[in-house]
């Protein structure tokens, strides 16, 4: 309730709060899960209304939420495609996204192989998966939800070491 939230590019936040305080309730109207009671979201200065998850990744922000919404017996480049390409998904499109992906991680180091099995992979590679995916769809705003809760300390600092990079 009466929020105002102004964050500039290159920055990062974080919110706290108890459990029950709305840190979740925010991020999900933000991405497009909920709608705000009232209130304005303002992107680059315009005002965005943003009704749904496709709104959010096409406004930009992308979110990798508390429990990952990977499918876990898809590979890490199925996973990163799976609902970014239009129509279906031929060698070609194949290729381009793994090029992008290759693209993607070399650029932030976050390194993973792209024909490995989700449920096969550390929580903390899963996690850089999300983030992957986020940055493939285009993602200028990136919102964690509980970003370290899952991590070992290793897995956080470097996580910590890819955030200050993008």
Same mark, same amino acid.
């Given at each position: 309730?009466?929020?105002? !939230?102004?964050?500039?590019? %290159?920055?990062?936040? $974080?919110?706290?709060?108890?459990?029950?305080? /709305?840190?979740?309730?925010?991020?999900?109207?933000?991405? /497009?899960?909920?709608?705000?009671?009232? %209130?304005?979201?303002?992107?680059?200065?315009?005002?965005?209304? +943003?009704?749904?998850?496709?709104?959010?990744?096409?406004? /930009?922000?992308?979110?990798?939420?508390?429990?990952?919404? !990977?499918?876990?017996?898809?590979?890490?480049?199925?996973?990163?495609? !799976? $609902?970014?390409?239009? $129509?279906?998904?031929?060698?070609?499109? *194949? %290729?381009?996204?793994?090029?992008?992906?290759?693209?993607?991680?070399?650029?932030?180091?976050?390194?993973?192989?792209?024909?490995? *099995? +989700?449920?096969?992979?550390?929580?903390?590679?899963?996690?850089?998966?999300?983030?992957?995916?986020?940055?493939?769809?285009?993602?200028? +705003?990136?919102?964690?939800?509980?970003?370290? $809760?899952?991590?070992?300390?290793?897995?956080?600092?470097?996580?910590?070491?890819?955030?200050?990079?993008?």
């Amino acid at each position: 309730k009466d929020i105002r !939230l102004a964050v500039k590019r %290159g920055t990062i936040h $974080g919110i706290i709060g108890e459990n029950g305080a /709305g840190k979740s309730t925010l991020m999900s109207i933000l991405y /497009g899960f909920y709608q705000a009671d009232s %209130g304005d979201i303002y992107i680059n200065g315009k005002k965005t209304r +943003i009704a749904d998850s496709d709104a959010a990744i096409a406004a /930009g922000i992308g979110m990798v939420h508390q429990h990952f919404m !990977l499918v876990q017996n898809f590979t890490v480049l199925e996973n990163v495609i !799976l $609902g970014a390409e239009n $129509g279906a998904i031929l060698n070609s499109a *194949i %290729g381009k996204a793994r090029t992008e992906l290759k693209r993607l991680e070399d650029a932030y180091d976050m390194h993973v192989d792209p024909d490995a *099995i +989700i449920e096969e992979l550390p929580v903390g590679l899963q996690q850089r998966v999300e983030i992957l995916k986020a940055l493939y769809r285009g993602a200028e +705003i990136l919102i964690l939800d509980e970003p370290t $809760g899952v991590l070992t300390p290793a897995e956080a600092d470097h996580l910590f070491r890819i955030l200050q990079q993008l």
